[in-house]
C-alpha cells in the first residue's frame, strides 16, 4: 500500500540531485540516426563518482560558444567552443575547459539549525554586452552574479615598486617612468560581482533573466522575487501562494520563467499540474493570474499517483515566445498562450513506466524533477528518461526517437542507434525490457545550442555533448 502523501512530504522529496570536480577528459566519436540525424560526442567523464560529483544543471550561453555545468560540490566548469574549429561543421561541437571555479561552499543556518547545500540549482547566462561574460549561479538559498573574464596582459614598469613587489624609497626616484602592459599567458578568471542572499526562506527552484537586461527572478516553492542585477540588499515579492495557515497548504511552486520578449509577462508552474501566467503591469503582487493553463483530467486515468506525476517539474517559453513547454513524469506538453483549456500537442516520454508506479514511489524516483528543452527554431524538443535514455521529439514531421548516452556505446565513429522499450509481450532482439532498466541511471538534465544542432546532455557525473553528423 503507497505511503499516504502530504504537501510538506512533497516540498522535501521534489528536490534534485546534482555534480563536483572533473578528473579525466576523453574524446570519443559517436553518431545518432534520428531527428537530429548523426551525433558525434564529446564525453567529459570523472573517474570517480562521489556525491559532489553529479551534474546538477547544464546551460548554453546565448550564442552556444560556452557551456556551463554546475554539481553538488557547488562548482561550475564552464567549456569553450573551439575556435579554430567552430567553421569546420565536423568539429564545431569540440568544447574544451574554459574555467572552473568554486561559486558555494555548504553554509549553515544556526537559527534554524539547517545545513545549507553548496549545490548549484541553476544557472542563467546574462547576454554579452561587453569582453566580458556574466552568469547567474544559486544554491538552495544564495544567488551570485560572476563576472568572467579573460587577461592576456599585465602591467610592469611601475616607479613606486621594484620587480618583486616591494616599495621603493621615494627619496630614491630620480627619473619618472610610464608603465607598459607587456603579453602573458592567457588567464581566465571568475570572481563575484554579487551576492543576493536572504530573501527566501524556501529553496529556490528557478531564477530566470528578463529581457530588459536590469532584472531576473527568483522562485522557491511558496514565493516568487523580482531583483535589479545592481541591487542586492532588496527585492520585491510578486507572487507568494503561502497560506495562513500551512496545514491548508494544497501546492508549491515547481518553476518559473520570463516571457524571451515581453519583459512584463512571467509563467510559473505548480505541483497541481497548473501554468500561471501573470502580468507585472496589472499589480506589484501577482497574486491573481492573467491566464490559467490547465489541462482536464481524464477520470479513466484517475489513480492515486495522479496528483504526483501531473506535478510539472519544467517550463520552458519558446524563442518565439508563441508557446511554453512543460514536463511532468510522464510526458512533455506544448502550450499555445492563445488558448488555456488544454495544450496543442502531448508527447508521452515514457508510458511503459505507467505501470511501475507503485515501485518507483517506494523508491523515489517518482519525484525525479526531468528539465525540458527547445532546439534553436522550435521545430524540436528534447527531455530525457531513465537508463541514460534522453528522448527527441519532430513536431513538424511528428517523428521521435530514444537515444542512449553511456561509455559503453561510444566508440569512436559509432552510429548511436534508437533504442526502443518492451513493455510486456515477446521481446524483440533489439528491444530493452521495461524490467530491466537502471533507475539509478538518469538524464535529468539537458540543453539545446541556441543555433546549432548541439545538445548537451548531463547522466549523473557524465557530460555528453553530441551534434548532427556532417557526411
Excluded at 556525491?51 to 547544464?58: C, E, G, P, R, Y
Excluded at 524556501?202 to 529581457?211: A, F, K, L, P, T
Amino acid at each position: 500500500t503507497p505511503r499516504p502523501l502530504s504537501a510538506r512530504h512533497y516540498i522535501v522529496l521534489q528536490r534534485t540531485w546534482s555534480a563536483r570536480r572533473f578528473i579525466k577528459c576523453n574524446h570519443t566519436c559517436v553518431s545518432f540516426i534520428g531527428i537530429a540525424r548523426t551525433l558525434r560526442v564529446l564525453e567529459l567523464s570523472r573517474a570517480l563518482c562521489h556525491a559532489s560529483d553529479i551534474i546538477s544543471t547544464v546551460e548554453f550561453n546565448h550564442t552556444g560558444e560556452l557551456l556551463a555545468t554546475g554539481d553538488k560540490g557547488g562548482r561550475v566548469v564552464i567549456f569553450q567552443q573551439e575556435i579554430e574549429n567552430k567553421n569546420l561543421p565536423q568539429f564545431r561541437s569540440e568544447y574544451n575547459v574554459y574555467s572552473t571555479f568554486q561559486s558555494h561552499e555548504p553554509e549553515f543556518d544556526y537559527l534554524k539549525s539547517l545545513e545549507i547545500e553548496e549545490k548549484i540549482n541553476k544557472i542563467r547566462w546574462l547576454p554579452q554586452k561587453n569582453a566580458a561574460q556574466f552568469l547567474l549561479s544559486t544554491n538552495d538559498k544564495t544567488i551570485k552574479l560572476w563576472k568572467i573574464s579573460e587577461r592576456d596582459k599585465r602591467p610592469e614598469g611601475y616607479n613606486l615598486k621594484e620587480e618583486d613587489g616591494r616599495y621603493k624609497d621615494p627619496n630614491t626616484i630620480t627619473s619618472l617612468r610610464v608603465p607598459v602592459l607587456i603579453p602573458m599567458d592567457l588567464m581566465v578568471e571568475a570572481s563575484p560581482r554579487r551576492v543576493f542572499a536572504n530573501a527566501h526562506t524556501y529553496h529556490i527552484n528557478s531564477i530566470s533573466v528578463n529581457s530588459d537586461d536590469e532584472t531576473y527572478l527568483s522562485a522557491d516553492d511558496l514565493r516568487i522575487n523580482l531583483w535589479h542585477l545592481e541591487i542586492t540588499d532588496r527585492s520585491f515579492n510578486i507572487v507568494d501562494i503561502k497560506p495562513a495557515n500551512m496545514e491548508e497548504l494544497t501546492e508549491v511552486i515547481t518553476a518559473a520563467e520570463f516571457h524571451p520578449h515581453q519583459c512584463n509577462t512571467f509563467v510559473y508552474s505548480s505541483s497541481k499540474g497548473t501554468l500561471r501566467l501573470c502580468d507585472m503591469r496589472a499589480s506589484a503582487l501577482c497574486d491573481k493570474h492573467s491566464k490559467l493553463f490547465e489541462e482536464p483530467e481524464d477520470p479513466s486515468n484517475r489513480s492515486f499517483f495522479s496528483e504526483i506525476i501531473s506535478s510539472i517539474s519544467d517550463v520552458k517559453f519558446s524563442h518565439n515566445g508563441r508557446y511554453m513547454m512543460t514536463r511532468d513524469y510522464l510526458s512533455v506538453k506544448i502550450w499555445d498562450l492563445n488558448m488555456e483549456n488544454r495544450p496543442v500537442e502531448t508527447y508521452q516520454v515514457h508510458e511503459y513506466l505507467r505501470s511501475k508506479l507503485c515501485s518507483l514511489y517506494e523508491n523515489d524516483c517518482i519525484f525525479d524533477k526531468f528539465e525540458c528543452c527547445w532546439n534553436g527554431n522550435d521545430s524540436v524538443v528534447m527531455t530525457g528518461s531513465y537508463n541514460n535514455f534522453f528522448r527527441m521529439f519532430d513536431r513538424g514531421q511528428r517523428r521521435d526517437v530514444t537515444l542512449e548516452a553511456s561509455r559503453e556505446n561510444s566508440k569512436p565513429m559509432q552510429v548511436l542507434k534508437p533504442r526502443k522499450v518492451c513493455a510486456g509481450g515477446k521481446r524483440k532482439k533489439d528491444e530493452i525490457s521495461v524490467d530491466s532498466l537502471d533507475f539509478n541511471k538518469k538524464i535529468l538534465h539537458t540543453a539545446w545550442h541556441p543555433q546549432d544542432n548541439i545538445i548537451a546532455v548531463a547522466t549523473t557525473n557524465n557530460l555528453y555533448i553530441f551534434q548532427d553528423k556532417v557526411n
